[in-house]
Nanobody
Framework: QVQLVESGGGLVQPGGSLRLSCAASGRLFSSNTMGWYRQAPGKERDLVATISSGGSTNYAGSVKGRFTISRDNTKNAVYLQMNSLKPEDTSVYYC?????????WGKGTLVTVSS
């Protein structure tokens, strides 16, 4: 099994920045993709960004140029640097681990962008 723990959420003003972290533990495969997803109240969970173990990244159009995903394979961790935050970025942010048929989700961390 894989366990994921997110941290770094909080309240930030519009235009501000936050950095989310996700620590993975358990039975991990060296070849995997990790990502960040978000879910606002009453809405579906959507992709924010993903990164492969080789460093290939993919971003949702709404965050491209503002958010940066990165990972540290030595620490089994993935990060999301969020800049120029907007009120519409307010959501619960979830970390996801994927390796072929193996999938795990974290419990989420709340990001609130408000003045």
């Amino acid at each position: 099994q894989v366990q994921l723990v997110e941290s770094g959420g909080g309240l930030v003003q519009p235009g501000g920045s936050l950095r989310l972290s996700c620590a993975a533990s358990g039975r991990l495969f060296s070849s995997n993709t990790m990502g960040w997803y978000r879910q606002a109240p009453g809405k579906e969970r959507d992709l924010v960004a993903t990164i492969s173990s080789g460093g290939s990244t993919n971003y949702a159009g709404s965050v491209k140029g503002r958010f940066t995903i990165s990972r540290d394979n030595t620490k089994n961790a993935v990060y999301l640097q969020m800049n120029s935050l907007k009120p519409e970025d307010t959501s619960v942010y979830y970390c996801r681990y994927m390796h072929y048929g193996v999938e795990a989700w974290g419990k989420g961390t709340l990001v609130t962008v408000s003045s």
